[in-house]
């Protein structure tokens, strides 16, 4: 795609992860290895955003009156921030993506696409400024997990979108994706990809003995030091709320205290070695850990390269999440941006991209499509959930501000962050 330049704007060490990971396949480093890799350099400064254009001041600041003039039948283009490696691309030419030049060539409308969400929180303080002083910050479509699309629509800083020009996402759209209780009726934000919790374990560490629940990651004597959780503080305390019958959408301060309590009994027996981000995945296939709760987009590439590599759906459920499309108030674009995201929303175009990322799609149809084009893909349970595991899914309900204060707060107190 012309604009695009895949490493500009990385920090060093992202800059360095996504270098090594084109001598292993570019399947080798996910959206969740590059989050991880972002983090390395985490308060070290804002990572410079790659073809997005200067901010232009259109408001005072008012978080209700977000909107701004649209531009889009004059400009013909939309500017779109997306996590690394987020996106399917050409296999003999890396700069090609596929379903964006099928969109340009559909709409005439040519994609600024910006590879510079690199971490949730590191990518908030970039924007905050600019949003809160009612300013474009340059893009018009922004892909942001769950709990922070939650956050931008809570300040106001996200647009409601028109039905309008969204008519095949609001066909198309899962049921299972419908209704989080952050927007309700999918007024502001239509899922990218969806991201499984699940428990990963190697066979030969575990001497052939299954690992299938978060109570024997915690307990089990054989598994002691060889254990890892997620840093990421909803995954690693929802799956244990679902462990603890809890559940993670209605759970209380009791409940999460308790929670926090389990996790840190272990910590304190050295049952648990670490929190980390997704670098479990070198340990678990080396088998220098046995078991990991783990994102099941990264077991896909570890599985594929280690066949001991196995994973499980706990019985008493796994926690889901979503990668969030939304529109940033003061975008210059929103019609433009509003009719990519409605793009996306194809059944074929969804196939082409969950075949070249390998995360959970939210569009009904999408599934026969993707047998089509890639059968083994299709056939993944990790990518194209079986109704038995549809049934297990559960999300992590939206705080308030004084609880994710309080409970981050909590949680990295446990994790020595």
């Known amino acids: 795609m012309e604009f695009h330049e895949i490493s500009d704007g990385m920090s060093e060490p992202v800059r360095k992860a996504w ?3 084109l001598t292993s396949g570019r399947a080798a480093l996910s959206r969740r290895t590059m989050l991880r890799a ?4 985490a308060g070290a400064g804002t990572l410079a955003a790659c073809g997005i254009p200067a901010a232009r001041t259109t408001g005072t600041g008012d978080s209700v009156a977000n909107a ?11 500017n779109f921030s997306n996590w690394p490696l987020y996106i399917d691309v050409d296999e003999n030419d890396e700069q090609k993506h596929g379903t964006l030049d099928a969109f340009t060539e559909a709409t005439g409308i040519k994609v600024r696409y910006t590879e510079d969400v690199n971490d949730n929180v590191e990518f908030f303080g970039k924007v905050k ?3 809160a002083a009612g300013q474009d910050t340059g893009r018009d479509v922004m892909v942001l997990t ?3 699309a939650a956050r931008l629509i809570r300040l106001g800083w996200a647009q409601k979108l028109n039905p309008a020009n969204v008519t095949t996402a609001i066909t198309n759209i899962d049921s299972r994706f419908r209704a989080p209780d952050w927007d309700p009726g999918r007024l502001y934000s239509y899922p ?3 991201i499984q919790v699940v ?3 190697n066979t030969k560490a575990t001497k052939g003995k299954p690992v299938t629940s978060v109570s024997q990651l915690l307990d089990d004597p054989d598994l002691k030091g060889r254990v890892t959780f997620l840093s990421e503080m909803r995954d690693s305390i929802g799956i244990t709320l679902l462990d603890m019958d809890k559940d993670p959408a209605k759970f209380t301060a009791d409940d999460y205290d308790a929670a926090i309590a389990r996790l840190q009994k272990a910590v304190d027996s050295k049952q648990i070695r670490k929190f980390t981000g997704n670098d479990y995945g070198q340990e678990l296939s080396s088998g220098d850990i046995a078991a990991a709760v783990a994102w099941g987009g990264d077991l896909i590439q570890l599985k594929a390269d280690n066949p001991d590599i196995e994973f499980v759906i706990p019985e008493k459920g796994f926690i889901s999440s979503t990668d969030n499309m939304l529109v940033p108030a003061k975008a210059q674009h929103k019609t433009n941006a509003e009719h990519l995201i409605d793009f996306y929303y194809q059944p074929k175009i969804a196939a082409q991209l969950v075949a070249g990322i390998g995360y959970v799609s939210a569009v009904a149809g999408m599934q026969a499509e993707l047998a089509t084009l890639a059968p083994d893909v299709a056939a993944n349970p990790l990518v194209v959930p079986t109704p038995e595991m549809a049934a297990k899914s559960h999300v992590f309900r939206t705080l308030t501000e004084a609880e994710e204060s309080d409970f981050e707060a909590k949680f990295s107190k446990l994790i020595g962050a």
Do not use: C, F
């Open 19 to 21: 270098q090594r990971s």
């Open 129 to 131: 400024p600019q949003l």
């Open 199 to 201: 428990i990963a374990y």
């Open 38 to 41: 972002a983090a390395l350099t």
């Open 146 to 148: 769950d709990w922070m």
């Open 68 to 78: 701004a003039e649209d531009h889009s039948a004059s400009e013909k283009e939309v």
């Open 192 to 194: 990218w990809a969806g």
